[in-house]
């Protein structure tokens, strides 16, 4: 019998079938069929999340009732509240988000029902939830008080009032607005594909994204967005950007931010981030980081072909905003949460337990030692 093909990291290979979002040619992303610069350009990230979990853009009365069930979902309960004071503050937000999707599971009563309806009401009370966890956590870090959720306010705006505590401005609501709906699903990505092989031995929901913020973590994922404003803060200066560029190559360094698994020609979701984050950087005095950042492009472009992903700009954006870089990977589970669940479900509906082969490399048959012997 001859061996299957082996591809190391799965790379080309197809490993199922989803209807919800296609990398259509190696180069533009759909979420169910829409183009994601007019999903960006035109809808709200409620009605992006409702069309990932549910199929179809909502209706208006559709949406308002969507928005009332996440609103109701948002307060965390004291017991969640007592046991996120309990942490050690220095516990990166990340991995307690990770925590955080296994802990709400307990206060969850059809946290063990993997039914579709029963998962996608967990899916929206998670979409819920995860803003919440995010800013009381980064606020109980830094000694401050939680701020309750306002139902008033759209999603991004209330993850910024939670955050920060003042009233965002229309351009940082929007710049929130565009980043969650770009960073909201993308197919067979390293964690979505986690949730669904963990999924597909018919664990639950809360399970299945404990374990996708697990992956989403690496930076080689999600935490690329981190390490990208960990290296701009390195670089300083416009000035100093060619030169540290041109040795980071040199010493062969991975350049976070660059570079993509399918995306060869360059990640649509950095093209459409990147005049939002040009006229932010303008907006907010951060010219210079924006210059730095375009040297660094430019560069790594012309050496290397590697054209930016989503966390080049996205990074920048969230510097831009003001926010803490801590937060920035965990912006990307508030909303991937969506795409998770929606893969979640439809892995679900129609399951497979995902259990490949592997190449064996290892000793050929010996016989057995007896302790005495070895
Ligand atoms: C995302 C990523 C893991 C995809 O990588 P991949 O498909 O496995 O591609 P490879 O790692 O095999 O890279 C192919 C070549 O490009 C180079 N390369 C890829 N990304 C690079 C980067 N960001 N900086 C420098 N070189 C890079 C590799 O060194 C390799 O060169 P070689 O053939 O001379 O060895 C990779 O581009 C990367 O590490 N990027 C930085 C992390 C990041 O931004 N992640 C977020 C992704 S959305």
Redesign the pocket.
Known sequence: MSEPAYHP?L?GVIAGETAISTIAGGSGLRYRGYAIEDLAREASFEEVAYLILHGELPAAAALKDFCSRLAAAAPLQGEVLDFMRSVPRDTPIMDFLRTAASALAHFDAEAVDTNSEAQLRKAERLLAQFPTVLAAQRRIQQGKEPINPDPQKSFAANLLWMLRGEEPSPQLERAMDVSLTLYAEHEFNASTFAARVITSTLSDLHSSIAGAIGALKG???GG?NE??MEVLQEVGTAENAEPWIRQA?AE??????????VYKEG?PRARFLKPLCQELAVETGHEEMENMAEVIERI?VEE?G?PP????PSARLYHYMGLDVTIYTPLFVVSRVTGWAAHVIEQMENNRLIRPRSRYIGPEPRPWTPIAAR
């Open positions: 990291g790379e930076p080689l994922h690329a390490r990208v190559l062969k360094r991975r350049i976070m931010g660059f570079g993509h698994r990640d790594v290397k590697l992903n989503l966390d080049w």
